[in-house]
């Protein structure tokens, strides 16, 4: 695969890319063609283990090619702008072109910057995508629900064990013995051999504050589960002003819509914008998200002309 890799950056345009500013060009190139497929085999590796945990390895080709193709096009800017830039120590410093030679250089490092932020905010985004499991639980998602519910189950036995591991280490503490005939897992086990407190207040594997935090955050998540239910089982109020603007609440997607007659002036939509309204030409509405001001906002639109 490396070698593969290594051949989308050409041989002629890596070398070229330092004829002015090394004293072996050859060796140069050769090095950023290396990195580069050295790079793209990291990243591939990266996002085929999220792809495995998140249950996404038919996007994985399509993922990695997305990136690889924005990361060689990064590159490729780079190497071109490069082969611009010049080195007194390499051309001489007679008749040397300084400000030309700043110019330059002050260029390569912006396509330098801009190929290092993309590797880094491309990866990320790629993830992203493969990792639908890691994305916040929104609202207005169709499996809102489902996902808090997990969320909750898989809380529930974090604390459980968290639970049976300090019980399972107090006992162990008296007898040793009984730790053999304890139902956890060989790894919890040893992680209860060699336990060492760190301080007076954590006299078990899982202080306390860790156990209380995770409680809270089991009361909350079911409080928002709660929430999620009522408002996906609310019904949708709409209502329209005497100019017809219409008005759309809708709890179960967590959205507040607003259909205009028409396209609204400019300083109607800067007031959506600015509220947090977006224009959605799949539903031909300006929506957002239900908060306070969306919803004070809409209503304002409604009421302005009744």
């Given at each position: 695969m490396l070698d593969q890799l290594k051949q989308e950056i050409s041989s002629s345009l890596a070398v070229g890319a330092f004829s002015g500013t090394s004293w072996s060009p050859e060796r140069r190139g050769e090095s950023i063609r290396n990195d580069y497929a050295q790079s793209m085999q990291s990243a591939y590796e990266t996002l085929r283990q999220h792809a495995e945990k998140g249950g996404t390895l038919d996007m994985l080709d399509a993922e990695f090619a997305?990136?690889?193709?924005?990361?060689?096009?990064?590159?490729?800017a780079w190497l071109r702008t490069h082969s611009r830039c010049i080195s007194s120590m390499i051309t001489g410093p007679s008749n040397f072109p300084v400000r030309r030679a700043q110019k330059w250089n002050d260029i390569e490092h912006k396509r330098l910057t801009e190929l290092v932020e993309f590797g880094e905010r491309g990866l990320r985004a790629a993830i992203r995508n493969l990792r639908p499991d890691l994305r916040p639980i929104m609202a207005g998602d169709a499996n809102a629900i489902e996902r808090l519910e997990e969320k909750i189950v898989s809380l529930r036995a974090r604390q459980d064990r968290m639970k049976a591991i300090n019980t399972a280490h107090k006992a162990f503490k008296k007898d040793p013995r009984t730790l053999e005939e304890s139902s956890l897992s060989q790894q919890d086990k040893e992680r209860i051999r060699?336990?060492?407190p760190a301080y007076s207040w954590e006299p078990h594997p899982f202080a306390p504050f860790e156990l209380s935090n995770?409680?809270?955050?089991?009361?909350t998540a079911e409080k928002r589960l709660e929430q999620l239910q009522e408002s996906k089982a609310a019904?949708?109020?709409e209502k329209e002003s005497a100019d017809g603007i219409r008005m759309e609440d809708c709890p179960a997607d967590n959205r507040v819509r607003l259909f205009f007659p028409g396209k609204p002036a400019d300083t109607v939509r800067a007031t959506l914008k600015k509220n947090g309204f977006r224009w959605s030409p799949t539903i031909g509405a300006w929506q957002a998200y239900r908060n306070t001001w969306s919803m004070a906002t809409a209503q304002s639109f409604v009421q302005q002309a009744d």
């Open positions: 997305r990136y690889k193709g924005g990361y060689r096009a990064r590159t490729t060699r336990y060492v995770n409680s809270a955050t089991i009361r019904p949708t109020v």
